[in-house]
């Protein structure tokens, strides 16, 4: 089955830096890769997804891009701000499973 | 998206009783509905996946006469967690789904302790 790795497990970083979190998959049937917010007690909320057609999608500060071959997808924030501190996970699977990575605690310091 | 609820937010039971968890999706035809639970700290670990009106595909290593899931329909999921253990004291969280769309839209969530 799927297995998906993610790192770092915790980032911190200044108000206005970038952050980048890294995540790998091991099943290459996998089509569709999610990435999620979660705040302390509350639903994951999807921030941004990337199918398996496409490379790189962008949406305001926040950008993943996906490398089939190499089987690894990131997550990039630009200009990080107080308010993105949170857990972010990504995951991988299609229409009928995802499979979750372990999660990002990001800190963004002011 | 969806607009997904779940009850109760929060339960406290005693060892040994049985809670049900309950999954709507108040406006999205959910064809298929799907049960995370998360330990504290740690990620979002797939439960079961259930179809309308079929038994649920449980993942390996969970119990399904333990975790009883219905789906009977597509608006309506419950989560029936049976003699529970303060191992089982969890955050569960349902997400619901349809035929050819990818994304799955969450609930806010259950949190179970199990004194």
């Known amino acids: 089955g799927e297995n998906v790795e993610q790192h770092p497990s915790t980032l911190s970083v200044q108000e206005g830096d970038s952050a980048v979190i890294k995540c790998t998959y091991s099943?290459?049937?996998?089509?569709?890769f999610p990435w999620y917010k979660q705040e302390l007690g509350k639903r994951p909320q999807l921030i941004i997804d990337i199918r398996s057609n496409v490379g790189e999608k962008k949406d305001q500060r926040i950008a993943v891009t996906l490398n089939k071959t190499a089987k690894h997808f990131s997550l990039h924030i630009t200009e990080t701000q107080p308010e993105d501190s949170a857990v972010y996970f990504c995951?991988?699977?299609?229409?009928?499973?995802?499979?979750f990575g372990t999660g990002t605690r990001l800190l963004v310091s002011p | 998206g969806a607009v997904v609820s779940q009850h109760p937010s929060w339960v406290i039971c005693k060892s040994g009783t049985s809670v049900k968890i309950e999954c709507r999706s108040l406006d999205f035809q959910a064809t298929t509905m799907f049960w995370y639970r998360q330990f504290p700290k740690q990620s979002l670990m797939l439960m079961a996946t259930s179809n309308e009106g079929s038994k649920a595909t449980y993942e390996q290593g969970v119990e399904k006469d333990k975790f009883l899931i219905n789906h009977a329909s597509l608006t309506l999921s419950t989560l029936t967690v049976t003699s529970a253990h303060p191992e089982d004291s969890s955050f569960y969280i349902c997400s619901v789904g349809s035929v050819g769309d990818y994304e799955q839209y969450f609930g806010p969530g259950t949190r179970l302790t199990v004194t």
């Open positions: 099943d290459s049937a996998s089509n569709y």
């Open positions: 995951a991988a699977g299609g229409f009928q499973k995802l499979v």
